[in-house]
C-alpha cells in the first residue's frame, strides 16, 4: 500500500512540475505543427523509436523531474509493457507496415459524416496494392462508447487480419442506423455503454453483434475480456488520436490525410490521386 501510495505522489507531482514550470517559461503545453512538417510515418513505431507528442516539459521541469527520479511520459513509456501496443498506436487495418505511401484515417464514431468517409476509404482499398500503400485508422469520440469500437478494430487489425474494414464499415453504419430508429422513437441516447447502442430491447450492441460474424468467430467464453481490451487499447489510440491532430493542426474529425497531406475533399477518387 505504502508503495501505491508513493507512486501516485511522485505521478501527481510530475504532473505539477509540469504545469509550473511550462508556465515559467511562457510555453504552451499544447504545441501545435504544420502538416509540412512531416510526411508519411511520421507515426509509424515499426519505423521510428521516437514518436512526435504535443506535450513537452520545459528544460526547468525537466531538471526537476530528473532530480525527482522521474522521467517526462511518452505514449511509448506508457504503453510499451503491452504485448500489441504498436498496433495500438498505429492499427494497419490495410496493407503493410513497411509500405512506402501511407492513408492516416482520423474517425469520429459519434459525427455521422464519418460512415461516409470509412466508405470511400474502402472503395480505393480496393484499387491499392497491399505492399505499396497502408491504411491506418485512429478514433476519437465525443460518446464514450467509440472508444470500445476502436478497441476492437484494433484487436480485429492483428487477431483478425483482413477483416477490419468490413467491421468499421458495419459498426459505423449501425451506429448511424440505431441513432436514426431512437430519433423515430423521440429519444436519441448519447452512447456511453453498450447497451445505449440498441434500438430495441432485443438487439445486441454494435461489438457483440459483429464477434460472431467474424471468422473464426469470437468464442462467447472471451467475449468479456475481449471487451475489457477493447476499451483499454480504444484508450490509447484515442491518446495517440490527439497527438496526430495536433501534430497536423487538425481541428474536426472525420479526417484523411494521404502522405502527411489532409485532403480537402474526401472520395476514393481524391484519395487515390494523392498516391500518385
Known amino acids: 500500500m505504502r508503495t501505491v501510495f508513493l507512486s501516485s505522489l511522485v505521478f501527481c507531482l510530475c504532473f505539477a512540475v509540469s504545469a509550473c514550470a511550462s508556465k515559467?517559461?511562457?510555453?504552451?503545453s499544447e504545441v501545435v505543427?504544420?502538416?509540412?512538417?512531416?510526411g508519411a510515418d511520421i507515426f509509424n513505431p515499426w519505423r521510428n523509436a521516437k514518436l512526435p507528442q504535443s506535450r513537452h516539459l520545459s528544460k526547468d521541469g525537466d531538471t526537476i523531474l530528473g532530480a525527482m527520479g522521474g522521467r517526462e511520459q511518452s505514449i511509448k513509456s506508457e504503453a510499451a509493457h503491452r504485448p500489441h501496443w504498436r498496433e495500438e498506436i498505429y492499427p494497419v487495418i490495410f496493407g503493410s507496415t513497411g509500405a512506402a505511401h501511407e492513408i492516416l484515417v482520423l474517425l469520429d464514431f459519434s459525427e455521422p459524416a464519418s460512415q461516409k468517409i470509412m466508405a470511400e476509404v474502402t472503395k480505393a482499398a480496393s484499387s491499392?496494392?497491399?505492399?505499396?500503400?497502408?491504411?491506418?485508422v485512429f478514433g476519437k469520440s465525443r460518446e464514450l462508447y467509440g472508444t470500445d469500437l476502436t478497441g476492437l478494430m484494433i484487436w480485429i487489425s492483428y487477431a483478425r487480419k483482413g477483416q477490419a474494414l468490413p467491421y468499421?464499415?458495419?459498426a459505423l453504419k449501425r451506429w448511424n442506423e440505431v441513432k436514426a430508429a431512437q430519433k423515430a422513437k423521440g429519444r436519441v441516447k448519447t452512447f456511453t455503454h453498450e447497451f445505449d447502442s440498441t434500438a430495441k430491447t432485443t438487439d445486441y450492441p454494435i461489438h457483440y453483434?459483429?464477434?460472431q460474424r467474424l471468422?473464426?468467430?469470437?468464442?462467447?467464453s472471451d467475449e468479456l475480456k475481449l471487451a475489457k481490451?477493447?476499451?483499454?487499447?480504444?484508450?490509447?489510440n484515442m491518446?495517440?488520436?490527439t497527438q496526430v491532430m495536433n501534430y497536423f493542426g487538425i481541428g474536426k474529425l472525420p479526417c484523411v490525410l494521404v502522405d502527411g497531406k489532409i485532403l480537402s475533399a474526401v472520395n476514393a477518387s481524391s484519395i487515390l490521386a494523392a498516391l500518385r
Do not use: H, R, W
Open 168 to 170: 468499421l464499415n458495419f
Open 239 to 241: 491518446f495517440q488520436t
Open 128 to 136: 491499392l496494392n497491399p505492399n505499396e500503400a497502408k491504411i491506418v
Open 33 to 38: 505543427m504544420s502538416s509540412e512538417a512531416g
Open 24 to 28: 515559467s517559461e511562457n510555453q504552451p
Open 209 to 211: 453483434t459483429y464477434l
Open 229 to 236: 481490451y477493447s476499451y483499454d487499447a480504444g484508450n490509447i
Open 215 to 220: 471468422t473464426p468467430p469470437v468464442p462467447e
